[in-house]
């Protein structure tokens, strides 16, 4: 495991160095539970490739934040939640004054690390996914399903499939089907759509892949037999590219598939084929290089040749962008903390009270280069969302077109579910939800 750490103003690599002194007191420490390898390194090193490179931005072009350089190791995981906690164990002493937050970017490893992190005191970040109770941030403190939470993506996506059948009142007896993947990820929307399925009268049938996705022939079989109008695909990795074709193969229609905020990159549908074409999914930031801070990275960080994708011509893909959005959340919530705590290495409460208050608007979104790429997010410490709102897009064979405006999740109806789930887990594990002003 090696620590990458870039000097400010230069691009060259500084030496890379082992042991548990990972950051030194001027240093902010970024530990990484990535994984490059196994079914799902696509995705893996897309999205930490963003991340990677927008921290590299930010050190090579800023100095760091509030001239406190950003430093990072990686673990590999493989995905696999026993690796993801072996790496915690394992990266949780490191730097000095210890992790600033983690973002393991999946949902298996992030619930083995509730307990932990609300003891050391450190945000766990898992942006667009995660536990969906844990929103409220009274009872989960330290943890920030930021953005988009699962329950919030399953309300949005049914608000578009109304828009296509006319409105929800034309939902009825309209048939359904979630192809959803066999993890603790997957199965996490099955009790909101049937909520929804009972609230607008249409029928919906859940369908499990096992992992890693590869085999779906008797799923897509039940799929034929029941012929639904429409198909939500939470999949990941090689499950989704395999739903596409064997739904081709069935005779289903591309665009009438929708796939879920981890089905909604390059690496689902490239593999696909044609079959892919006219494939719909739903995204919280549109690909494209096109944006100034992704200028920067292409300029500043590749035209040095320090890039942390081996395939340049990713960057500006939907997963890689989604690593740079995430990386923006992680580094103006440190710079947040920092207007409170001061200009220094910060610990993983103090950056999880930047989090708490991670407001950016429009105009703050802008400065950042980002307009367009990252939508205005406000946290506050009863809502560790801080979004809900989802974009259509479709694949027309090489690149992906934005259909629609913004999409709201029908917060109104979930937030007294999200309280009510959240309530039962602090009365299981007896915690005492904190008093938000």
Known sequence: MKLRSFLAGTAMLAAACAGATAAQADEQYFPLQSYRTGPYAADGTGFFGGFIDYMNLINTRDGGVGGVKLTWSECETEYAVERGVECYERMKTQGKPGPAAWN???????????????????????????????????????????????????????????????????????????????????????????????????????????????????????????????????????????????????????????????????????????????????????????????????????????????????????????????????????????????????TGEEVSWGFDHLDLDEAAVGKLGAAGLVEPIHVTCADHEGGGSIKIQQWDGTKWNVLTDWISADRGLLRPLIEESAAKYATEKGITPRVCS
């Open 104 to 346: 393991p970017l999946s949902v298996g490893i992030a619930y083995a690390m509730i307990d932990k992190i609300s003891t050391d005191k450190v945000p766990l970040i898992t942006i667009n996914h995660g536990r969906t109770d844990s929103t409220d941030g009274r009872v989960f403190p330290y943890v920030f399903p930021l953005v988009l939470n699962p329950w919030s993506e399953a309300s949005a996506m049914t608000n578009y499939v109304a828009t296509r059948e006319g409105g929800l009142d034309h939902l009825k007896d309209k048939k359904i089907v979630v192809l959803y993947h066999g993890s603790p990820y997957g199965k996490e929307t099955i009790p909101i759509f049937a909520l929804l399925s009972k609230k607008y009268g249409f029928d919906v049938t859940e369908i499990e892949v096992p992992h890693p996705g590869n085999e779906q022939q008797s799923q897509w079989l039940q799929i034929k037999r029941i012929k639904p109008d429409w198909i939500i695909l939470r999949g990941w990795g090689v499950m989704t590219p395999v739903a596409i074709k064997t739904a081709q193969k069935t005779g289903f229609p591309a665009d009438h598939i929708i796939g879920n905020i981890w089905s909604n990159s390059e690496e689902d549908v490239i593999p696909a084929g044609d079959a892919a074409k006219g494939y719909l999914s739903i995204t919280t930031h549109p690909a494209g290089d096109q944006f100034p801070v992704l200028k920067d990275i292409t300029k500043i960080i590749y035209g040095a040749g320090q890039g942390n994708m081996k395939d340049q011509k990713r960057v500006g893909s939907v997963i890689y962008n989604l690593g740079v959005v995430n990386g923006i959340l992680n580094v103006e919530a440190v710079r947040i903390a920092q207007a409170k705590f001061g200009k220094r290495a910060l």
